[in-house]
Structure formats: structure tokens, C-alpha cells
């Protein structure tokens, strides 16, 4: 059996690769991508809360879906949900894991990412008269959301990946779609290639983003440079300062 | 007029503050001396209620000031300085400076930045105005947060350390700035080391020790006939 044998058959499948894609992969990486972010701030700000409850729940919650392998968690709901009378489409079941799963990942994200604003600019605010909610519109998440844009993206990258969990609940996503045709012709490697670089198309980009933000963050705040000659004219005149 | 009213202040099992009585007159120029962890800066920190007191009361211009009323009555009575500037690094120099006014005193952006503009130059950095915080030297970030807390036209301006965090060669544009302002008719607190500063601008000096006053008086009293003996220990250190 050659590995790279069948990819005149295969070309005639690329329709059918594509339709899963954007149909099932696409769509359900943007929804949970959207529901993770929302868990993820919620979350995230709910971990700095002063109440001891509330951090335990959050603990549990970000403890458990971090430190189990999500093919389990989402066997878990597949055949548990049934048992309890309840019938979810497929895509709702993945949509689901892949934001709860991110969702706890994008969590301490956010909470390091407010953690890391310093005392000093609460404190800056508050004696300038901003009330708590004001001083962390104004000034603390303006500042985390630009630090944390970089690991955030990374996080959206796996969730992309990670919508391939799809494949075990016969979701028929990308990943489905090509482990079955693999299944049944025989034919392996360029059904594979083929969803790869599928993923790839969307992941790579994503991946520059990321890096892109994290090289901008290097710089700091920074003025943009101006063109205008009388900005230009009054900052050249400042050498005395 | 700050009044605080048998102040105590504990961190844990620490008491930072011992019943600490202390009034200040408007347009008065108060300087805390004292050596570190004497309680100076928590002692300006409870004026603002950046620190709740354990117990005791703080009074602006007779209103007592509570956990619920803070930001109302700190907002518009009070402004202060801080040891590390706290500038807010995402924004310019100029939205440092209209971020409060436009936000909580709801003024138009465009009246908001010419007052912001006029003390910019006041500092000497309206050419700074489009830059952010971290082009500039530390001076020059200092100088900005005085002028973020002038632009807020509060009566009291509290200065908590302004030259501590400064290089050597900075200090002197900071105090010169602030010399300045020594005199308008604005209440000012500060604590701090510089001796010269305190003799030329103060009304009045008090000295603290493990979280009490122990000495007070004229700025030129107090230096050359300190009264305790804590207080000749300290000066005889710094001076």
C-alpha cells in the first residue's frame, strides 16, 4: 500500500471537504470562539472577586476542564446528556466543550492579565475619583486587553484545532469527513493532507496575528510618528527639556 | 480643610497608626516628616481614603468622608501625586491629563484639553502633549501627574513622596514646579525628604514616629530647635 497513492480519487472529494469545513469546523470554532471569550472574561473577572465562594467554583471549574483531556470531556456529555433525557445536536455538544474547555484556558489568561496591572494605576484612579467600575473600564482593561491579545489569539488557535473532537461523536466536521473517506477507500495520507492544510489556511494567519500583537507589545506605548510639520516643528524646538 | 479625628490604622497585627489628631487649614502648606514606616504615607492616604482608617474619622471641609461618599468627595476636593507617577500608560500625556474631567466631570473634550493645555505649559511639557508616559523621563512623568492634578481644579492637593523614585538630576525640576505652586492659595500636603523644599515652602512641619506625631511647628523651629529627642536623632541623619 503506498501512503501517497490515490490522490486522483481524492480530488473529486475536495467539495465535500470544503462544505465541512465551512459548514461545521468554521462555524462551530467562530461560535465557541465568541462563547469561550465571554466564559473566559466572566470567569476570569469572577476569579478576583473578594468572595471566598465564588473563587472556590471558579477553582473547581478552570481545575477540572484544564486538567482532564477533552476527547473525555466530550465522550462525557455525548453519552451522559441521553441518560438524563436530554438530545443535543452534535454541533451544539462541541460547541459547548470547546468553549468550556477554552473558556477555563482564556480565564487565567484574563485574571493574569488583570493581576498584572499595577496597584498604582487603581490607586492613581480612585484618588482622581473613578469608582471601581469606572477604573477598570478606563484603565485596567484597556491595558490587560492589550497585553493579554497575544496568548488570547494562541487560545483561539487550539480551539480551532480543537473542534477536530467533532470527529469522535461523528459530528461531521473536516476531521470526520476525512477519517471516513480514509476509512472506507483505504486510501490515508492525502485525505489527511488535504484537512491539514485546511487548518492550516485559517490557523497560520491567526498564529501571525499573535505574533504580530506580542511584537507591538515589545514597543510598548509608543507615539505614532507625525507628519505634521508644526507638531514636528514644536517637538524639534524642545531640546532644552 | 482636612480634619482627621483619632485616626487608627492597622495592617494585620501591625498598627501603622496611633491615634493620630491632625488638622489642615485650607491654603495651608503642610510637610510630614519622619523617618520610614513611621506612618506618613498612610497618614496622607487616609486623607483621600486610598487607606480606610481601622478607626477615627476624616473630615473634608466638614463633610465626613465614608466608604460610600469617597469618590464623590475625593473626585472633587482632592487630587494627589504619587512616588511612581501612576501615570496611566495607555493613554497620552494630554488624555492623562482630560481622562477624569471628560469622564466624571462630563467637560466637552475640546474645554477639557485647552485647560489641559494651559498646564501642561504651566509644567513646562506642552510640547510632551501627544507623547506617552514612557518617552518621557522620570522628571517629566512627574511633572505631568502635577499637572493631572492641577487640570482637576481641586482646593487640596496631597504629595505623597513626589522626588523619592526621581534621579538626582530631576529632583530639582519637580520641586521648582511645585515651589511654584506653594504659591497659589491651594491646601498641600506632602511628604517628604527634601529638607530645603520643606524649609522654603512650609506653614508648617510635623514630625512622626511609629505611627504618632510627636513634633510640630514652623518649618524653621522645628529644624534648628527640634524639641525631642527622636526628632534631633532623625534630622541630625539627613541634614
Redesign the interface.
Known amino acids: 500500500m503506498n501512503f501517497f497513492k490515490g490522490w486522483d480519487k481524492v480530488v473529486s472529494e475536495i467539495p465535500e471537504f470544503l462544505t465541512a469545513f465551512l459548514c461545521v469546523t468554521v462555524w462551530v470554532a467562530i461560535v465557541g470562539t465568541l462563547l469561550a471569550l465571554t466564559i473566559g472574561i466572566v470567569v476570569g473577572l469572577m476569579s478576583s472577586s473578594k468572595n471566598k465562594f465564588i473563587r472556590f467554583i471558579v477553582r473547581v471549574y478552570v481545575e477540572f476542564f484544564q486538567n482532564t483531556p477533552i476527547l473525555i470531556q466530550i465522550f462525557f456529555i455525548y453519552l451522559a446528556l441521553p441518560a438524563f433525557g436530554v438530545r443535543l445536536h452534535e454541533m451544539t455538544i462541541a460547541i459547548m466543550i470547546v468553549s468550556l474547555y477554552h473558556g477555563a484556558y482564556i480565564s487565567e489568561i484574563v485574571r493574569s492579565g488583570v493581576e498584572s496591572v499595577p496597584k498604582g494605576q487603581y490607586e492613581a484612579a480612585e484618588s482622581q475619583g473613578f469608582s471601581h467600575i469606572q477604573s477598570m473600564v478606563y484603565i485596567v482593561l484597556p491595558q490587560t486587553i492589550r497585553l493579554i491579545l497575544p496568548p488570547l489569539t494562541s487560545q483561539i488557535v487550539a480551539l480551532f484545532k480543537n473542534t477536530s473532537v467533532l470527529q469522535v461523536i461523528a459530528g461531521g466536521d473536516l476531521m470526520y469527513v476525512a477519517a471516513s473517506w480514509a476509512g472506507y477507500t483505504g486510501i490515508t495520507a492525502p485525505p489527511y493532507l488535504i484537512a491539514a492544510v485546511l487548518y492550516f489556511s485559517i490557523c497560520y494567519p491567526l498564529t501571525c496575528l499573535s505574533r504580530y500583537f506580542e511584537k507591538k507589545n515589545e514597543a510598548g506605548y509608543v507615539q505614532k510618528k507625525s507628519k505634521d510639520p508644526a507638531i514636528l516643528q514644536l517637538e524639534g524646538g524642545a531640546l532644552d527639556v | 480643610m482636612i480634619q482627621l479625628q483619632n485616626i487608627n490604622k492597622s495592617f494585620g497585627d501591625v498598627q501603622v497608626l496611633k491615634d493620630v489628631n491632625l488638622q489642615v487649614k485650607e491654603g495651608e502648606k503642610l510637610v510630614i516628616l519622619g523617618p520610614s514606616g513611621s506612618g506618613k504615607s498612610t497618614t496622607i492616604r487616609c486623607m ?3 487607606e480606610e482608617p481601622t478607626s477615627g474619622l476624616v473630615g473634608i471641609d466638614g463633610e465626613i468622608v465614608t466608604k460610600r461618599n469617597k ?2 468627595i ?3 476636593k ?3 501625586v ?1 512616588q ?1 507617577f ?5 493613554k ?1 500625556v494630554l488624555e492623562n491629563l482630560t ?2 474631567p471628560i ?2 466631570k462630563k467637560i466637552k473634550k475640546w474645554d477639557a484639553e485647552e485647560k489641559a493645555m494651559y498646564f501642561l505649559e504651566k509644567v ?5 502633549a ?6 518621557l523621563s522620570g522628571g ?1 512623568q512627574q511633572r505631568v501627574a502635577i499637572a ?1 492634578a492641577l487640570v ?1 481644579n481641586t482646593k487640596i492637593i ?1 504629595f505623597d513622596e513626589p522626588t523619592s523614585a526621581l534621579d538626582p538630576e530631576m529632583v530639582k525640576e519637580v520641586l521648582d514646579v511645585m515651589v511654584d505652586l506653594a504659591k497659589e492659595n491651594i491646601t498641600m500636603v506632602c511628604v517628604t525628604h527634601e529638607m530645603g523644599f520643606a524649609r522654603q515652602v512650609a506653614d508648617r512641619v510635623i514630625f512622626m514616629d511609629d505611627g504618632q506625631i510627636i513634633e510640630e511647628g514652623k518649618p524653621n523651629e522645628f529644624f534648628d530647635h527640634p524639641q525631642t529627642e527622636r526628632a534631633k536623632q532623625f534630622l541630625s541623619k539627613i541634614m
Open positions: 483621600n481614603f486610598l469618590n464623590k475625593v473626585g472633587e482632592m487630587s494627589m504619587f511612581q501612576n501615570l496611566y500608560p495607555h497620552t481622562l477624569a469622564k466624571i513646562g511639557l506642552e510640547h510632551k501627544h507623547a506617552y508616559p514612557q518617552e517629566q493631572r482637576a496631597l
